[in-house]
């Protein structure tokens, strides 16, 4: 009996996100990649790759909670590591980092 009502607490006590709440990180993702493509100076682009990755890192635990499609979940990890802050991947051509960006949010417009 104790046993089951540890296991229920631990379900319980797991840090999900609401549907409101996941589809305004959706819009803040895509609004913060929007601003990425204009010309700004590097501390913003730093910025640019926390908030991105926190977020993308924060929809991806919910959906794995959530038991949400395998192939999202491989995605949105992909689209955090694109983004870490950590170990940072340095694409030389602004243009396509522009590319990537514009994809990237409307992808997350598109999960909306």
Sequence with gaps: MGSRRILK???????????KNIK??????????FVACLPLSYGFYSFIR???CLITILITYNYVIKNKSFD????????????NPIFPVFLNNKWLWVLIDLGLAFYFL???
Excluded: C, P
């Excluded at 305004?24 to 990649?33: D, E, G, Q, R, Y």
């Excluded at 999202?72 to 983004?83: D, E, H, K, N, W």
């Design 9 to 19: 607490m631990k379900k319980t006590n797991r840090f999900i996100l609401t549907k």
């Design 72 to 83: 999202q979940i491989i995605i949105l990890g992909f689209i955090a590591i694109l983004f």
């Design 110 to 112: 598109k999960l909306y």
């Design 24 to 33: 305004s990180l959706f819009i803040v993702n895509s609004i913060v990649l």
């Design 50 to 52: 926390i908030a991105v």
